[in-house]
C-alpha cells in the first residue's frame, strides 16, 4: 500500500492557469490585511449597489416562496422577458422564443456552456486578442485550440474579416466575440459587426458574442450581434445582469441560441449545475421588466463611469503614456512603460509596492506590454490611481 498519494492533474486542467484578474485582486486584498493602504483597481466589478427595486423584488420573491428547484433552464417569466428584449433588436425571420434561453449561473458559466456544447479536440476558435482572460481557458477546457488573432493598436486591437481570415485553417469552428471589449473598452461600430458575422457565416463558423458590457457604452448605443445580424443559425447570444445592473453577486447569465443547441446546453448543465439559484432568477426578472425605476439607476451608473473616464484619461495622457480611449466597458488599457519581454507585469508589481495601486498586467490578454485599468471605483480613488501610475510611469520613462 502506498504511504501517501500525489495529486497529479488530470489532462483536462493540466494546462490550466488562474485567472490573472482575481490573481491580482487576492493580492491586493492580503496587502490591505496588512495594513497597507490599496486602491485596487484589477477587479472588473461595479462598485454600486444592486438598485433598491431589484432588492426588494428578490426579498419579496423569497416570502412567496422562491427558495425551490426550477427548470434547470430557469424560470419561464425570466426566459420570456429575454427573448423579449431580444426580439425589440432582431429583425431577421424568425423570432426568438423562450426555448431557445438557457439561464445559467452567470455569464462566465453561459461562454463556458457553449464552449463545450460546440468544440472539441482538433476544433480551433479565433479569439481576437488582447481578450479576456477566461476565453482561452475554457477554450481549452473543452478540448479545442484558441488562435490569438492580434488586432491593430491603432484601431483599438479591433479586428476585422481580413485578420480572422488570414488566421483560419480547415478546421476553424467558431470565433469568440466581445464588444464592448474587455479590456480594450473598444466597441465594434454596426458595419464592423455585420462584416464579421458575415464572414463566419459564410465560412460555417460559431459566433460566440459575449454581450455582457452592451449596456455600458458611452458615445452612442454599443451595438449586438441581434442587432445587426440577419441570421442567427450560427450565433450565441450571451449576456447577464452583473456589469449593468452591478448585480455580480446574484450571478445570473443566458445564453440565447437555436433551440437543438440551447437543449445541448440545457442537458450539460443539467449535470453541473443544474438551475442557477431561484431568487437571483426572481432578482434578474425585476432588472429587465421594472422598467423606469430601474433603467434610470443604469443610466446614472453609466453617466458615472464616463465622468471617471473622463477625469482620468488627462492625467494619464498627460503622463505621456499610450491610452486606448474606451468607448464602452470600465477599462483602460495602458501601454506599459519600460521595455523587456513583460514590461506589464513588471509595471504592475512596481505599482503595487511603491504606490499601492493594483492593476491587472496585460499577459493575462495575451499582451505583455499592456496593462489594465479598471475605473469601477469610486471617482477620488481612479484619479489618485491615475496620479500614481503617472508617477512611476515617470520613475521608469516612458518612451
Known amino acids: 500500500?502506498?504511504?501517501?498519494?500525489?495529486?497529479?492533474?488530470?489532462?483536462?486542467?493540466?494546462?490550466?492557469?488562474?485567472?490573472?484578474?482575481?490573481?491580482?485582486?487576492?493580492?491586493?486584498?492580503?496587502?490591505?490585511?496588512?495594513?497597507?493602504?490599496?486602491?485596487?483597481?484589477?477587479?472588473?466589478?461595479?462598485?454600486?449597489?444592486?438598485?433598491?427595486?431589484?432588492?426588494?423584488?428578490?426579498?419579496?420573491?423569497?416570502?412567496?416562496g422562491a427558495t425551490r428547484y426550477t427548470a434547470v433552464e430557469g424560470i419561464l417569466p425570466l426566459r420570456e422577458a429575454i427573448a423579449a428584449d431580444a426580439n425589440r433588436a432582431y429583425r431577421g425571420p424568425d423570432r426568438v422564443t423562450p426555448a431557445e434561453v438557457v439561464v445559467s449561473n452567470g455569464s462566465k458559466q453561459s461562454l463556458y456552456n457553449a464552449c463545450v456544447a460546440l468544440f472539441g479536440p482538433g476544433d480551433e476558435v479565433l479569439v481576437p486578442t488582447p481578450s479576456w482572460t477566461s476565453y482561452y481557458e475554457m477554450v481549452g477546457l473543452a478540448r479545442a485550440t484558441a488562435v490569438e488573432v492580434h488586432g491593430d493598436p491603432a484601431r483599438g486591437f479591433k479586428v476585422d474579416p481580413a485578420r480572422l481570415a488570414a488566421h483560419a485553417t480547415p478546421r476553424t469552428r467558431g470565433l469568440m466575440l466581445n464588444s464592448p471589449s474587455n479590456p480594450t473598452g473598444g466597441v465594434y461600430a454596426p458595419n464592423e459587426l455585420r462584416a464579421i458575422l458575415d464572414l463566419a457565416a459564410d465560412r460555417g463558423w460559431w459566433v460566440i458574442s459575449d454581450e455582457i458590457y452592451v449596456r455600458i457604452s458611452y458615445d452612442a448605443p454599443a451595438p449586438g450581434a441581434l442587432d445587426v445580424a440577419t441570421r442567427r443559425d450560427n450565433l450565441v447570444v450571451v449576456n447577464g445582469v452583473a456589469k449593468a445592473y452591478a448585480m455580480t453577486g446574484w450571478r445570473i447569465g443566458w445564453t440565447i441560441s437555436p433551440a437543438p443547441l440551447a437543449k445541448a446546453m440545457n442537458a450539460f448543465q443539467s449535470h453541473t449545475t443544474s438551475n442557477a439559484a431561484t431568487v437571483s432568477q426572481h432578482a434578474a426578472l425585476a432588472a429587465l421588466t421594472l422598467g423606469a425605476p430601474v433603467e434610470a439607476e443604469v443610466q446614472s451608473m453609466v453617466a458615472e463611469f464616463r465622468k471617471r473616464r473622463d477625469a482620468a484619461l488627462p492625467i494619464l495622457r498627460g503622463a505621456g503614456l499610450t491610452v486606448l480611449e474606451p468607448a464602452g466597458a470600465f477599462y483602460f488599457y495602458i501601454k506599459a512603460p519600460g521595455t523587456g519581454a513583460d514590461a506589464g507585469a513588471a509595471f504592475c508589481t512596481a505599482l503595487l509596492e511603491r504606490e499601492g495601486v493594483a492593476i491587472v498586467p496585460g499577459s493575462a490578454f495575451r499582451t505583455p506590454d499592456w496593462v489594465r485599468v479598471s475605473y469601477a471605483a469610486a471617482e477620488s480613488q481612479v484619479v489618485e490611481a491615475c496620479r500614481r501610475i503617472a508617477r512611476v510611469a515617470a520613475d521608469i520613462g516612458v518612451g
Request: net charge negative; charged share 25%; hydrophobic share 50%.
Open 1 to 64: 500500500m502506498a504511504d501517501s498519494f500525489v495529486f497529479r492533474p488530470s489532462e483536462n486542467i493540466a494546462a490550466l492557469k488562474e485567472s490573472a484578474t482575481i490573481a491580482v485582486s487576492q493580492r491586493a486584498k492580503a496587502l490591505k490585511a496588512e495594513g497597507r493602504e490599496i486602491i485596487d483597481l484589477g477587479a472588473g466589478e461595479p462598485d454600486f449597489d444592486t438598485p433598491a427595486p431589484i432588492r426588494a423584488a428578490a426579498a419579496a420573491a423569497v416570502e412567496q
